[in-house]
């Protein structure tokens, strides 16, 4: 259930992939989405069946981007005067969405919660690291960590640039929402960075669960779980090729 669940994960970001790279070029066509999301989730596999040096490469790029396009966003939207950026932030809780917006509170936990989840998978990788019961812990805490201050800069970012409504209702109406803060801010230059800095972040997502999905398949195979091919290890590449590519 957890394969089938997370490769649903991986599906969703590699259409977003996709979208994020489509629709600002005006393709519009559901057909190009599924191709360009299959040959992106081919490339990222190829990637990750080349090793583990490969695929931390290819990570610390595609995240180095998505950060890069992400702190542009905070530094250009922040500095705002509080006179213009506060008033935003009012009222706390919507009127809509249940008994004094408590329902659109926790509906907005509940994507909270979704956008949290994926970093205990960090832990997939005990088997490839040195000395993993003292760095998988510190990964783990230092990427919540970084991530929280990053989402409470964006998030006050998007909010104080459209407003609450805006920019809800700009979450509602486009795959890119941040693009309209950039617009927003009328600099088109931002709207091109977030758009690649989208890309690459649904890249390191597909390339994650790739990634943590073969070291699981890779430990029911030892367990007797699924077939014994899948637990072979490629002695050139140090890597489960056939796990990765199953």
């Known amino acids: 259930m957890f394969m089938l669940a997370k490769s649903a994960s991986a599906t969703t970001a590699a259409l977003s992939l996709a979208g994020y790279l489509l629709d600002p070029l005006g393709v519009d066509g559901g057909g190009w989405h ?3 999301a299959v040959s992106g989730t081919i490339a990222i596999t190829g990637s990750v069946a080349g090793g583990i040096r490969r695929s931390n490469r290819s990570n610390a790029l595609v995240v180095g981007t998505a950060l890069l396009g992400l702190v542009l966003l905070v530094a250009t939207a922040l500095p705002v005067p509080p006179s213009d ?15 004094g917006g408590v329902g659109a509170l926790l509906h907005g936990s509940t994507l909270t919660f979704v ?3 994926g970093y205990g998978r960090i832990a997939t990788l005990g088997k490839v690291v040195r000395d993993p019961g003292q760095v998988i812990p510190r990964a783990i805490l230092l990427t919540v960590g970084v991530v ?3 989402y409470l800069g964006v998030a006050a970012s998007g909010v104080g ?13 486009t795959a890119a929402p941040l693009e309209r803060v950039a617009e927003a801010h009328e600099r088109p230059w931002l709207a091109w960075t977030l758009g690649a800095a989208a890309v690459a972040a649904m890249a390191g997502v ?18 007797g779980d699924a077939p014994d091919l899948l637990a072979r290890i490629d002695g050139e590449r140090a890597s489960p090729v056939a796990s990765v590519w199953a």
């Not at 950026?85 to 008994?99: A, K, Y």
């Open 34 to 36: 599924g191709v360009v």
């Open 85 to 99: 950026g506060l008033s935003r932030f009012t009222p706390l809780l919507p009127e809509r969405g249940g008994v």
């Open 115 to 117: 956008a949290y989840t």
């Open 148 to 150: 929280t201050v990053l």
């Open 161 to 173: 640039g459209l407003g609450a409504d805006g920019f809800g209702e700009a979450a509602e109406r």
């Open 206 to 223: 597909l390339l994650n669960l790739v990634l943590g999905l073969s070291r699981v398949l890779l430990a029911m195979a030892r367990r």
